[in-house]
């Protein structure tokens, strides 16, 4: 997932096209309506009603789709293209579920000894929604549910497949250290001076980034250095959303930076919100201190 | 029994155990009903109640007022703020039609976050049946 609409709908027409597909076939009740299920039922709602004991007892109508459920067993009944469409929100990093909306009609009361049998549709997938635990996905789904056979009640089911906002902080874990050997020493050198090194071969003045053992354009070895002046624009970049990295906390936007010299650098455009990054935004070089041993050049994105 | 009667409220004290016998009498292992390091792990601060148990309450609340013969017809209910444990829940429901035996509700189950459940109840009370149902528009209550 990115942050760029076009995929958003790319990503939202694939959703779309599981609408109408059974979520559940021909399930069966792991159980048949039964006392003790609905006594234990009655003890945690606190609900007292005498409709729900003696011989001519119903199962409390809201109980409807306890009798689906499958516990901690498998659900054989799920579909594929249930399992499919869950998958793919849960790739896309909405991996988190919420129930939001149940609507349930019921036809016929449910009584001991009634056989339970189900099949489901889903419904509808909305279009990516912003909400207080995350963005994510509504799925709806409707279930019919049988005794012996019979329509006794219509569930209607809301999930929001969601990617959570307020993820916990994970201890903070410190940014992957970078590789300094001989070739590229005098960079970093540079680096923690707050300067921004290019190499410049010093026989045919072509300027070079990364730092090479040799020039590209002429096979010399001999090289020099230019301070870049800082200034530069973003000539392309991409919006990191998942997987997620120790030390990065996404989404963010990591830009390849063209400088004024003409060389290019990859680093983390900031500052700006990930999503108001754009190709030829003009950005200005500063160092930023991650931890007490790691700085980095990074690149302030300017807005106009 | 009239459009625009209030029902009396229901205080439901939102404990740990009300949410795990909850979970588990509907046959709910989501673990961020009854894992409070799993559900902060999904970036829920404590474990919190599943929508089968809201239901449950909402059915109860209904059923507890218009007594044992009451049939629930429907009950389509929407869940915001989460009920998470030391947390109470106040059910308050307002009549807003009533149709020959049929009457429908709307409820509102508030904690301390702000409301919890909002939806509709569709409740049928046979004649005699507990708190009667007026006969038609403007007709007393039998």
């Given at each position: 997932m990115s942050g760029e609409p076009e995929v958003h709908e790319e990503f939202e027409a694939r959703l779309k096209a599981y609408e109408g597909l059974p979520a559940a076939a021909t399930g069966v009740g792991r159980d048949p309506v039964n006392e003790p299920m609905i006594r234990h039922w009655c003890e945690a709602m606190g609900d007292t009603s005498?409709?729900?004991?003696?011989?001519?007892a119903i199962a409390p109508p809201t109980m409807l789709q306890a009798w689906t459920m499958a516990g901690l067993t498998r659900r054989p009944e799920r579909t594929a293209a249930y399992d499919e469409l869950l998958a793919l929100l849960d790739a896309s990093g909405h991996d988190a579920v919420v129930a939001t909306d149940c609507a349930q009609e019921y036809l016929r009361p449910l009584r001991p000894g009634d056989a339970i049998t189900f099949d489901s549709v889903i419904e509808s997938v909305s279009g990516r929604k912003t909400t207080k635990l995350g963005a994510g996905y509504f799925v709806t789904t409707r279930t019919d549910v049988r005794a012996g056979g019979e329509l006794a009640g219509i569930h209607r089911f809301r999930i929001l497949k969601y990617a959570p906002a307020h993820r916990p902080s994970a201890p903070a874990e410190r940014r992957p250290r970078p590789v300094v050997n001989r070739d590229n020493a005098g960079f970093w050198e540079g680096v923690a001076r707050h300067e921004l090194l290019i190499q410049r071969c010093t026989a045919c003045d072509t300027l070079r980034f990364?730092?090479?053992?040799?020039?590209?354009?002429?096979?010399?070895?001999d090289w020099d250095t230019v301070a870049a002046s800082g200034e530069g624009t973003v000539y392309s970049y991409v919006v990191m959303h998942h997987p997620p990295f120790p030390a990065f906390e996404p989404p963010y936007a990591v830009g390849l930076i063209e400088l004024a010299e003409g060389v290019r650098i990859v680093s983390n455009v900031v500052g700006?919100?990930?999503?108001?990054?754009?190709?030829g935004m003009p950005v200005r070089l500063e160092f930023q201190r991650y931890d007490d041993e790691l700085v980095l050049p990074v690149f302030q994105g300017v807005t106009s | 029994m009239n459009a625009g009667d209030r029902l009396p409220p229901l205080e439901i004290p939102i404990t740990r155990t009300l949410i795990v016998a909850g979970a588990i009498a509907s046959r709910d292992y989501q673990d961020v009903h009854h894992d409070p390091e799993l559900a902060r792990q999904k970036g829920s601060p404590d474990i919190f109640m599943n929508i089968l148990t809201t239901n449950g309450l909402v059915g109860r609340y209904i059923t507890d007022h218009f007594g044992p013969r009451a049939q629930l017809r429907r009950v389509a209910i929407r869940l915001g703020a989460p009920n998470r444990p030391g947390d109470t829940m106040v059910l308050t429901g307002t009549v807003e039609e009533v149709d020959g035996d049929t009457a429908t509700v709307r409820i509102v189950g508030a904690n301390g976050l702000g409301d919890h459940v909002t939806g509709t109840v569709t409740v049928r009370v046979p004649a005699?049946?507990?708190?009667g149902l007026s006969t038609g528009a403007g007709g007393d209550s039998v």
């Open positions: 005498p409709a729900y004991t003696g011989p001519d990364p730092w090479l053992p040799g020039c590209n354009t002429c096979g010399s070895p700006v919100p990930y999503d108001k990054v754009r190709i | 005699g049946a507990g708190e």
